[in-house]
């Protein structure tokens, strides 16, 4: 009897720990979104490269871009080289650009 009882509070936390993740993940999404509105949209984005954990993304028109507004929405450091920006946003840039080429 108590072994069911440990199961379903077993199969609870898992259900409790996959919202979570998946919550944590649409929110991930939402901050991608935003820092491509602030790059000027995924119209301005010519291409994207990750390493490590600075993001480089040339675009269009690197005035479109909102150097501030990326930096509060958490990039460490932003350089900008000709119409390049590289941004330091530590574990994130890898899945930023995947983000990125999905929806390009």
């Known amino acids: 009897m108590k072994i069911i009882e440990y199961l379903i509070i077993a199969f609870i936390l898992i259900i409790i720990l996959f919202a979570i993740m998946k919550a944590t993940k649409k929110d991930a ?18 291409s994207t490269e990750s390493n490590m954990s600075r993001f480089k993304v040339v ?9 501030e507004g990326i930096q509060k ?7 900008e080289i000709d119409n390049q920006l590289k941004i330091i946003l530590g574990p994130d840039s890898k899945q930023l650009k995947k983000y990125i080429d ?3």
């Open 29 to 46: 999404k939402l901050d991608f979104n935003k820092l491509i509105e602030l790059l000027g949209g995924k119209e301005n984005i010519v």
């Open 73 to 79: 929405l958490g990039a460490k450091g932003i350089v």
């Open 59 to 67: 675009l269009k028109d690197v005035s479109l871009a909102n150097k």
């Open 102 to 104: 999905e929806i390009k």
